[in-house]
């Protein structure tokens, strides 16, 4: 995972947003992360959308909400898909604003899914429409008026949308093993697992299941058991004083030179650096 993929915020200036539609020509250059939250809308088609160790397929009128740093992925196998993307940051949202949402504070660090009833997606529609005509005006006035607009857009939002706390029930059979992978990937990710562990836990051989997670969540096997042991990495390198070494072999790491490399690769800094930084 090359450093380019750990996108900084999105301007320096709060929020944004952009609205493009993809089709099953457009392909991603790989998994990411950034700094900033990022709040995707499907506003028609569908897509699916990989995040850490879910995969969810989207349908018009669904959100999600990405936190910081986390690894997520969009692919359009469907068709064409027109999505809103809006990235902020935490002092973007108002108080009062997070104090209302689901679970308040909690809810913007968590991933979200949420639903938006067919009777209020034209009022969704316009609101997230005029975040993106402000973000191409950008004269002195758009910085605080797609902050204002980004505050009505969450409080519909917590009013009129229903929110997901399970996978979608048409996920197909073989996504559901897919996402087991990396449901395993996530709770053991620390030990000494390979592919074929990983794919004896759900029943394929290391090759098709190979051939199948990249096929379906765009990124290869061992690649994204090596993004999830590094990310875990990068948590505790701002959260704990341990030694780097030992941070390495606690989330699975047997070769400290390989995590360095690894981890330089990924985020454009070694760990000390990164330490440094954050």
Known sequence: MDAKNVLPIYGSDGVHAE?????????????HCHS?????????????????????????????????????????????????????????????????????????????????????????????????????????????????????????????????????SDIQTTDRQILQAASYISKNYMNPVTTTDIARAVGFSANHLSRKFRQVAGIGLHEYLVFVRLHHAAQELISTDDLITTIALRCGFSDSNYFKDSFKRKYGVTPRQYRKIR
């Open 19 to 31: 609205s493009k539609l993809r089709d099953q020509s457009f392909v991603m250059m790989g998994h």
């Open 36 to 168: 900033c939250f990022e709040l995707f809308y499907v506003e028609s088609g569908d897509c699916r959308f990989l995040i850490d160790d879910h995969i969810n397929d989207l349908h018009a009128g669904d959100f999600i909400l990405v936190p910081p740093m986390a690894l997520h992925y969009t692919r359009y196998v469907f068709g064409p898909c027109r999505r809103t993307v809006v990235l902020f940051r935490q002092e973007d949202v108002l108080s009062e604003v997070r104090q209302l949402m689901p679970r308040a504070e909690n809810f913007f660090w968590e991933t979200n899914v949420f639903r938006t009833p067919e009777a209020h997606r034209a009022q969704v529609a316009a609101c997230l429409k005029q975040i993106v005509a402000e973000d191409r005006i950008g004269d002195e006035r758009s910085a605080l008026l797609r902050k204002m607009y980004l505050q009505e857009l969450l409080l519909l939002c917590g009013r009129v949308c229903r929110f997901v706390s399970e996978l979608p």
